[in-house]
């Protein structure tokens, strides 16, 4: 049995704190989440490391290696989005399933340790692109293909959320 397609508009979490993972948007910023994605490299390593990595919880849930594979390509998504914030007047980013995603690069299978490599790369990149903005690029604006709209500080937002929430979701 799949996994059911996580279909919910996540962006309420930019308004009012997530009761799930206890995330508060409100408290970060672009050099603050920065921060945050540093402290969770190793919490995410950690997880990676563990002998039931790649065992799902149940038949609905990804697993922990999954999660990880998962933050590890979110990492590098919202650098992108970022950069294209910061390098093109009202950014438009273009749609990500997520849930195919994992399917087409077999999140379930693969190497923890070549995961573990791979987010501590792309985590160091995205906190040092997000802890590079400056003050005045803070409005810049960006729009999801579902007409979600960001300014680079609601980006940061919405990806420390993801990022939190994952890491609570395998208790890492």
């Known amino acids: 049995m799949g996994i059911t397609p996580d279909t919910k508009d996540w962006t309420w979490v930019l308004n009012e704190p997530c009761d799930e993972c206890g995330f508060v948007a409100q408290d970060l910023t672009p050099q603050s989440l920065a921060a945050t994605v540093r402290d ?3 919490r995410w390593e950690a997880v ?6 790649a ?3 149940n038949e609905s849930t990804w697993s922990p290696l999954e999660y ?6 979110v990492f590098e ?8 914030m910061l390098n093109d007047d009202d950014a438009h980013f273009a749609n990500w399933d997520q849930d195919a995603t994992a399917i087409e690069k077999d999140y ?9 490599n791979q987010l501590r790369a792309t985590g160091s990149s995205a906190a040092d692109a997000f802890e590079a903005v400056r003050p005045d690029q803070f409005e810049r604006t960006g729009l999801r293909s579902n007409g979600s709209a960001f300014t680079v500080v609601t980006l940061a937002r919405y990806f420390g959320h993801d990022v939190v929430h994952h890491l609570k979701d395998v208790d890492g």
Do not use: G, K, Y
């Open 108 to 116: 379930a299978h693969e190497d923890p340790a070549r995961v573990a």
């Open 68 to 73: 990880a594979a998962h933050v590890r390509d």
């Open 77 to 84: 998504l919202f650098e992108q989005r970022l950069s294209l």
């Open 48 to 53: 990676l490391q563990r002998p039931t990595v």
């Open 40 to 42: 969770m490299i190793p």
């Open 55 to 57: 065992v799902r919880p």
